[in-house]
C-alpha cells in the first residue's frame, strides 16, 4: 500500500463531506442523538478547519448531500427508517434549509456539490464517480455521518470503484458512540487507511 503521504497528495485525493446537513446533524435535524453527538464531539468546526486547509492545497471538497422531492419522485421508499421520515411532507426536501450543508463548512465556490434522491451512499446513480475521475483522483478522503450506515456505504462504494479510502476518525461518528468506535476498529480498520484531522491538515500545510 502507499504511503498516507503518497494517497493524500494534492492532485490525488479529494475530500468528500457525507450528510454534512443543516437537516441531519445540524439545527433541522430530525434525529436529535446524533445531531447532538456530532456537535458535541466537535465535529462541523473540525471538518470545516480541514476543508480549509484543503481548499489552500487546491485538494478538491465534494459536498455528498441527500434529498427528496416534495412529490418523492425519483426515490425508493425501501427502507424502514427512511420510510418513517418520509410521513413528514418536509423532510429533506431539496431546495429548502435542511438540505444545506451546514454553515461551518461554507460551502466555499470552489466546492463541487453530489446530491441524491435515492439510496443510502453517494456513488451509485450519480455524477460522483465521473467527476472524481475528471479531476484525476485516485483517493477519497472520507468525513461525515454515519458509521452506522452513510460512512459505511461511501467506504464500500468508493472501494469497488477501485479508489483508496482515507477514513479520517475524528471527523466521523456514529450512535451510540460505543458502536461506532467498534466499527472503526473492526470493520473499517481493515479495509480503510485511517488518520486524523490534526495529521492530514500538517500533510496538507
Known amino acids: 500500500m502507499p504511503s498516507l503521504e503518497e494517497l493524500v497528495a494534492p492532485g490525488k485525493a479529494a475530500i468528500l463531506t ?26 462541523p468546526e473540525r471538518v470545516g478547519g480541514l476543508l480549509d486547509v484543503a481548499r489552500r492545497r487546491d485538494v478538491p471538497v465534494i459536498h455528498c448531500r441527500a434529498g427528496f422531492r416534495r412529490d418523492r419522485r425519483g426515490s425508493y421508499a425501501n427502507v424502514p427508517m427512511v420510510n418513517a421520515m418520509l410521513a413528514d411532507p418536509d423532510y429533506l426536501v431539496m431546495g429548502e434549509p435542511a438540505t444545506d450543508v451546514v454553515p461551518e463548512l461554507g460551502p466555499a465556490e470552489t466546492d463541487l456539490d453530489s446530491a441524491r434522491l435515492h439510496g443510502m451512499s453517494p456513488f451509485i446513480g450519480t455524477s460522483l464517480d465521473p467527476t472524481l475521475r475528471s479531476l484525476g483522483v485516485t483517493t477519497v478522503v472520507a468525513t461525515g455521518v454515519s458509521l452506522n450506515v452513510g460512512i459505511l456505504g461511501v467506504t464500500i462504494e468508493a472501494l469497488n470503484y477501485g479508489y483508496h479510502v482515507v477514513l479520517v476518525t475524528d471527523c466521523v461518528t456514529g450512535y451510540p458512540p460505543e458502536y461506532g468506535e467498534q466499527v472503526l476498529k473492526h470493520t473499517l480498520g481493515r479495509i480503510t487507511t485511517q488518520t486524523t484531522a490534526e495529521e492530514l491538515r500538517k500533510l496538507w500545510s
Do not use: C, K, Y
Request: charged residues 20%; without cysteine.
Open 18 to 43: 457525507m450528510e454534512m446537513q443543516r437537516g441531519v446533524i445540524g439545527d433541522l435535524a430530525t434525529i436529535r442523538p446524533l445531531a447532538d453527538l456530532v456537535a458535541s464531539q466537535g465535529i
